[in-house]
């Protein structure tokens, strides 16, 4: 006579703490995993860090902690969010993580965007940049647009849970299309805003840590680095409203390359922005229809 099954869903044999001291991962990122994994806030793990763990979260955050020391993959991934710019943003495979620098961009368009703009987000993704400053400045009109249909489904999925009544007010729309495809011919916008695919093909950054998970389309642009960045900065004249102006993120040693791309399509007072780190970073340009 045995004694009573146990149900999956008793603990294993293994408490909080030494879960995440046994597994392998800095303890920020093993923290994270078992939160997720256990539906548990931080101050909840720390106070009962002694207490055994249910057998299906502990089987769980295994599997989850394995993917990311053996295999390295994004722990945004695994997680299904990131934070951006103090928000909350959900994130798959199918979208570029957003990156810190990316918050500079978003402080400069809510810097420079006057009263009621209207301003357009190439390349959305995650919809972390049009998502942010809508819901910092709910005067603007924001159309932002990406390629890829898994991405914008993430950046509506997003808009819904963090802006919905911009959403519904139709003060944030999504429309689908490359670059400047599903921007009508007579449409004017104050402000433009992108941060594209800028990496050269063959960088071998592409091959190393959280970028050989993300879509590949996201990332590079060209031999250079530069074909979509040369598509924004020549089409964004004819889609500027007199003294609009043009903010675009690049890698840290384009910015002359991008500098020349803007004078030559006719914008004026090009300049560009170090981030955080002292790399250049953004590079703006003004649309004067007069110059
Ligand atoms: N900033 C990213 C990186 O270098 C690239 C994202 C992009 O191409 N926009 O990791």
Aim: hydrophobic fraction near 40%.
């Amino acid at each position: 006579m045995t004694g009573p099954t146990r149900s999956p869903e008793l603990t294993c044999d293994i408490t909080y703490d030494r879960l995440i001291a046994s597994c392998g991962l800095p303890r920020l990122e093993a923290r994270a995993l078992l939160e997720h994994c256990c539906a548990k806030s931080r101050e909840w793990l720390v106070a009962h860090g002694d207490e055994r763990v249910p057998t299906e979260q502990a089987q769980a955050f295994i599997q989850l902690a394995a993917r990311r020391r053996d295999r390295q993959e994004p722990l945004a991934y695994l997680l299904g969010w990131r934070e951006f710019h103090g928000r909350k943003f959900s994130v798959s495979a199918a979208v570029l993580i957003p990156r810190p620098e990316t918050e500079l961009l978003v402080d400069l368009a809510i810097q420079i965007a006057a009263p009621q703009a209207r301003l357009l987000d190439l390349g959305t993704g995650s919809g972390c940049i049009a998502i942010t400053i809508a819901c910092e400045r709910m005067d603007l009109k924001i159309i932002a647009t990406d390629r890829s249909p898994e991405a914008l489904a993430q950046a509506r999925s997003n808009a819904e849970h963090l802006c919905p009544d911009r959403l519904a007010g139709n003060r944030l729309e999504f429309r689908i299309g490359d670059w400047w495809q599903s921007i009508a011919n007579e449409e004017r916008f104050d402000l433009i805003i992108s941060n594209p695919p800028y990496i050269a093909a063959a960088d071998p950054h592409l091959g190393i840590g959280d970028l050989r998970f993300e879509p590949p389309g996201a990332l590079a642009s060209g031999d250079d680095g530069l074909d979509s960045l040369r598509t924004i900065c020549a089409g964004a004249p004819s889609r500027l409203n007199d003294s609009g102006t043009l903010l675009v993120e690049h890698g840290y040693d384009q910015a002359p390359a991008v500098q020349v791309l803007m004078r030559k399509a006719g914008l004026d007072a090009v300049r560009t922005v170090k981030d955080a780190a002292g790399l250049d970073r953004i590079t703006i340009g003004t649309w004067r229809q007069s110059a």
